[in-house]
């Protein structure tokens, strides 16, 4: 059998790459996450309805409030948030809008149904102590009601048509999220509590009131189908 004899210099040429491509492997597990590569990651974990992975970046203060475990979030994405884009395909890139003074990131991915509405879906991203986190909820659920029950009026502004959705979306939905053990959101706002659906639907009448847009008129009239 051939036995190859090495120098005491040819190991050290040949360990001496190793050693750099382990320092650099090690480097890359450990360094910080960045804002933009999580807002990357948890947004694609968003589209492919990825439990685990978002369970990774969902804020302590969203996830000891709501009680949230990989169940309950995947409970969400089945039952809620995939039925609300049921129909739409995500097209293009994340769109990321930076609040630099927040240490936030605002992201939305285009999507489109088969008549070609446009809607954005995502969930923004913020910088804490633990490192990037999201709050899940709030971002994604009314993002998503702008897919499934958007209004084509066009003589409505833009922040009337949001409202409504909101609107449209949360009297539809509320049972359900109540169901899934989902009360309400929280903000990533400094010393935001939890904000509960009735809170917020009061909130979305005055603020359609507020636009000169009655509110009881979009209660009652069937959301458009996708």
């Known amino acids: ?35 933009e590569g999580a807002a990357q990651r948890a947004n694609d974990c968003l589209m492919n309805r990825d439990a685990g992975c978002l369970d990774h970046y969902i ?10 475990d990989r169940a309950k979030i995947q409970r969400y994405l089945t039952e809620v948030f995939s039925p609300n884009v049921k129909g739409w395909t995500a097209v293009g890139q994340l769109n990321i809008f930076s609040a630099p003074d927040q240490g936030l990131l605002f992201c939305s991915r285009e999507i489109r149904d088969s008549r070609g509405r446009a809607a954005s879906v995502g969930v923004d991203v913020f910088m804490t102590s633990d490192g990037p986190k999201i709050n899940l909820i709030s971002s994604s659920l009314f ?12 003589e409505l502004s833009g922040p009337a048509r949001k409202n409504i959705s909101f609107l449209r979306g949360l009297i539809a939905e509320k ?11 929280y903000s990533s706002k400094p010393g935001g509590g939890l904000r509960t659906w009735d809170d917020f639907i009061a909130r979305t009448r005055y603020v359609l009131n507020y636009l000169k847009v ?7 009239s069937p959301p458009p189908t996708s």
Not at 2 to 30: C, D, E, H, N, Y
Not at 143 to 154: K, L, Q, T
């Open 175 to 185: 049972p359900l999220l109540d169901g899934i053990g989902i009360p309400g959101f």
């Open 59 to 68: 804020w302590d203060r969203e996830r000891q409030g709501l009680h949230l």
């Open 214 to 220: 009655d509110p009881a008129k979009y209660e009652t």
């Open 1 to 35: 059998m051939l036995k190859l004899r090495l120098t005491r210099g040819q190991v050290i040429a040949l360990a001496a790459p190793m050693a750099v491509l382990v320092g650099i492997i090690f480097w890359l597990s450990t360094r910080p996450e960045t804002l």
């Open 143 to 154: 993002s998503s009601f702008g897919a499934r029950f958007h209004s084509d009026d066009p």
